[in-house]
Nanobody, 120 residues
Framework: QVQLVESGGGLVQPGGSLRLSCVASGFTFSMYPIFWYRQAPGKERDFVASIVSTGTNTAYEGSVRGRFTISRDNAKNTVYLQMNDLKPEDTAVYYC?????????????WGQGTQVTVSL
């Protein structure tokens, strides 16, 4: 069973930091790029960051570039999102995503999400 499980969210003050983790199971993690998305209340789910299978290339949405860092540990089947200098507009549920081959078909795997709240 393909599974993604996020953790690490919480309440933090503006300017603070959090590190999110996403642990994968049920597929060959090291073969796939992994994505972080976020969804604020009443808004669409938006792309935040991505990392290729080897970890050598990353991409970021403009408002988080320079503040967030995505990384992965293929030995631990885990991808991380280090978030620094957090702002109230970063408040959202953060989701881990992978599109994997499952039973010979593409399958969009999503985690359950982890809440990040940036507030005084």
């Amino acid at each position: 069973q393909v599974q993604l499980v996020e953790s690490g969210g919480g309440l933090v003050q503006p300017g603070g930091s959090l590190r999110l983790s996403c642990v994968a199971s049920g597929f060959t993690f090291s073969m796939y790029p992994i994505f972080w998305y976020r969804q604020a209340p009443g808004k669409e789910r938006d792309f935040v960051a991505s990392i290729v299978s080897t970890g050598t290339n990353t991409a970021y949405e403009g408002s988080v570039r320079g503040r967030f860092t995505i990384s992965r540990d293929n030995a631990k089947n885990t991808v991380y999102l280090q978030m620094n200098d957090l702002k109230p507009e970063d408040t959202a549920v953060y989701y881990c995503h992978a599109r994997v081959l499952w039973n010979d078909r593409p399958y969009d795997a999503w985690g359950q999400g982890t809440q990040v709240t940036v507030s005084l």
